[in-house]
């Protein structure tokens, strides 16, 4: 019995997205980019069908030069008021991740929902991001 009790109180409330993240879970190993943009409303996998997206072109997209796109250190006091499309190096994989950081959340498509100082254990150097409207709020959503 003591031993379900520790289980008990070790278990972590299961983190619920924001009402408008439509999280999801990515297919491939690929796809990271694509399910980040299928989040935000927009059609990710439409827009970069069967290839990894790159962070510029992502940007490009949403108006932003390579210059454009900031450094973000995560801490605890990190939140975002937009949605952002970050970039991150995770030690549990080689190559970049896209995830989206959106209040104090972050919305990895093959992890899952962490608040941003416990998301920050899976990443091993500093994040690049720049903030894309949700698909609904974007007045050009239907070039996209």
Same mark, same amino acid.
């Given at each position: 019995?003591?031993?379900l009790?520790?289980?008990?109180?070790?278990?972590?409330?299961?983190? #619920?997205?924001?009402?408008?993240?439509?999280?999801g879970k990515?297919?491939?190993? +690929?796809?990271c980019? !694509?399910?980040?943009?299928d989040?935000?409303?927009?059609?990710g996998?439409?827009m970069?069908?069967?290839k990894? #997206?790159? *962070?510029d072109?992502v940007? *490009?997209?949403? =108006? +932003?030069?390579?210059?454009?796109?900031?450094?973000?250190?995560?801490?605890e006091?990190?939140?975002? *008021?937009?949605? +952002?499309?970050?970039? #991150?190096?995770? =030690?549990? !994989?080689?190559?970049?991740h896209? #995830?989206?950081?959106f209040?104090? !959340?972050?919305?990895?498509?093959?992890?899952?929902?962490?608040?941003?100082?416990d998301?920050k254990?899976y990443?091993?150097?500093?994040?690049?991001?720049?903030?894309?409207?949700?698909a *609904?709020?974007?007045?050009?959503?239907?070039? +996209?």
């Amino acid at each position: 019995m003591p031993n379900l009790i520790a289980m008990l109180l070790k278990r972590k409330t299961k983190l #619920v997205a924001d009402s408008r993240i439509r999280y999801g879970k990515q297919q491939s190993d +690929y796809d990271c980019g !694509q399910t980040c943009l299928d989040m935000l409303g927009y059609d990710g996998h439409r827009m970069f069908p069967g290839k990894a #997206v790159i *962070e510029d072109k992502v940007a *490009e997209i949403f =108006g +932003y030069a390579r210059d454009q796109i900031r450094c973000i250190d995560f801490n605890e006091k990190t939140f975002f *008021e937009l949605p +952002y499309f970050l970039t #991150v190096m995770r =030690g549990d !994989q080689w190559g970049w991740h896209a #995830v989206i950081g959106f209040k104090d !959340q972050i919305y990895c498509p093959s992890l899952g929902i962490f608040k941003i100082p416990d998301y920050k254990k899976y990443i091993w150097n500093s994040t690049t991001g720049f903030p894309i409207p949700f698909a *609904e709020d974007n007045n050009k959503n239907n070039t +996209y």
